[in-house]
């Protein structure tokens, strides 16, 4: 997912949308390949699909903020956030739910004796094509900033007109992106980002603030608790069996 984050912060400046479905793509292919009882199959899948989580997620945000009004941003995130956060529960949940009903058998037993272990991999397969389907169909649309800052201005007055209501003055709104997406800073190169004298120490303090939230034991937290979790579990059986 790393990798992906990295290639994809990169690959967003051709476009959220192409960045939206690429990484969307390249999640069904790695599920494709998790799927085929191989260990090299298996590692190959667990790689392409965390690059395309990675693409997706450093393109989604930018299209939820750059398509949505300014004062909903914070619920939008929230929401964003949660949904993220809800899938591990959900996952081990079902298969909870699936496995723990059969007698006589360990969940490992379950799961490759009867093949539910390709269903518990292949079913993001199916979300995300359900998800591919609605971004081709329904939005179709990259966001209008993506579009002005390309000074592709014709596109962008289409996709301000497709996301906001007829109510609202469309012309004033491109004015509007139109100047904001104007600024020198727009144009700013890595380069000049990270040593040019008028911009590195916001783009460094910017970087030690946002590696300074990784060692805040939400990690740890989320890697070991599982284990921790099946200890305490284990620990209590053995009290009930003694």
């Known amino acids: ?105 360990t969940p490992t037993d379950v799961l490759m004796s009867t093949n539910a ?36 201005y014709e596109d962008a007055k289409k996709s301000i007109a497709h996301f906001t209501s007829s109510d609202q003055d469309q012309k004033e709104i491109f004015d509007y992106l139109k100047r904001s997406c104007s600024k020198e800073t727009n144009s700013t190169t890595y380069k000049d980002a990270m040593c040019s004298k008028k911009y590195r120490k916001t783009t460094w303090i910017t970087m030690v603030l946002t590696v300074s939230t990784l060692p805040n034991g939400i990690f740890m937290i989320t890697s070991l608790g599982g284990i921790i979790f099946g200890i305490i579990y284990d620990g209590l059986g053995d009290k009930k069996a003694e």
């Open 117 to 152: 272990w390709r269903y518990f991999i292949g079913i993001p397969i199916s979300f995300s094509i359900v998800f591919i389907i609605g971004m081709v169909t329904l939005i179709r649309m990259d966001t209008p900033i993506f579009l002005i800052t390309q000074q592709r």
């Open 1 to 105: 997912m790393m990798i992906g984050r990295l290639l994809g912060s990169f690959y967003v400046n051709h476009g959220r949308f192409k960045c939206i479905l690429l990484g969307a793509a390249l999640q069904i292919v790695g599920i494709g390949c998790c799927l085929i009882f191989s260990v090299w199959s298996f590692l190959l899948g667990r790689l392409v699909y965390g690059i395309g989580c990675g693409f997706f997620y450093s393109s989604s945000f930018r299209y939820v903020e750059e398509c949505s009004p300014p004062h909903l941003l914070s619920m939008l995130y929230t929401i964003y956030s949660f949904g993220i956060s809800l899938n591990r529960p959900c996952g081990t949940l079902m298969a909870y739910l699936t496995l723990s009903g059969i007698d006589g058998q």
